[in-house]
T-cell receptor, first 111, second 114 residues
Framework: ETGVTQTPRHLVMGMTNKKSLKCEQH?????MYWYKQSAKKPLELMFV???????ENNSVPSRFSPECPNSSHLFLHLHTLQPEDSALYLC??????????FGPGTRLTVL | AQSVTQPDIHITVSEGASLELRCNYS??????LFWYVQSPGQGLQLLLK??????LVQGIKGFEAEFKRSQSSFNLRKPSVHWSDAAEYFC????????????FGTGTQLKVEL
């Protein structure tokens, strides 16, 4: 599925680093999402943006900071992460109540 | 709160055999339902969806699923599995009129023996 792209695909960072994940959707959708996928755990919804406004923050620690400058772009800014934050971070987009289309994910490793 | 259960964590089938992956949900309203597939290191790809109408829905790659309201189930089926179907499968549920939040099951890992 090339409608949703994510960069970088892989990221290794130390606990004191600051990095950002980028997501871009080319589908004309107006909702975008960040999910965290860890081994042996259900997919965890982190944030939801509708028409650039954040409508859901699922009790995510403040070391994760989302940004949605427009309906096509979504960022996840990372700072002072912990090793347990290592996971696959997935971005998705949708119309208001349609199916969600996922990007390929960013595999994050925190040392 | 809504929940989705996929009771089988792992399933192994022989190539050419039929497949059924189970999904049960707990919801107080009319749900809309999805099945996604994920290959290693990749994002989730939509296989099929149910919003309303015919309770037997057809998807990509020869998959189908049947919505049974009385059993709160949305099981995924394929009559003949191919080795390339080996992947992880996720069932997801959303609430009609409840915004665009989906609840995902924990997934079923499918292994295909040649």
């Amino acid at each position: 599925e090339t409608g949703v792209t994510q960069t970088p695909r892989h990221l290794v960072m130390g606990m004191t680093n600051k990095k950002s994940l980028k997501c871009e959707q080319h589908l004309g959708h107006n909702a975008m999402y960040w999910y965290k996928q860890s081994a042996k755990k259900p997919l965890e919804l982190m944030f939801v943006y509708n028409f650039k406004e954040q409508t859901e923050n699922n009790s995510v620690p403040s070391r994760f900071s989302p940004e949605c400058p427009n309906s096509s772009h979504l960022f996840l800014h990372l700072h002072t992460l912990q090793p347990e934050d290592s996971a696959l971070y997935l971005c998705a987009s949708s119309q208001e109540q349609g199916e969600q289309f996922f990007g390929p994910g960013t595999r994050l490793t925190v040392l | 709160a809504q929940s989705v259960t996929q009771p089988d964590i792992h399933i192994t089938v022989s190539e050419g055999a039929s497949l059924e992956l189970r999904c049960n949900y707990s919801y107080g309203a009319t749900p809309y339902l999805f099945w996604y597939v994920q290959s290693p290191g990749q994002g989730l790809q939509l296989l099929l969806k149910y919003f309303s109408g015919d309770t037997l829905v057809q998807g990509i790659k020869g998959f189908e699923a049947e919505f049974k309201r009385s059993q709160s189930s949305f099981n995924l089926r394929k009559p003949s599995v191919h080795w390339s179907d080996a992947a992880e499968y996720f069932c997801a549920v959303g609430l009609t009129g409840g915004g665009n939040k989906l609840t995902f099951g924990t997934g079923t890992q499918l292994k295909v023996e040649l």
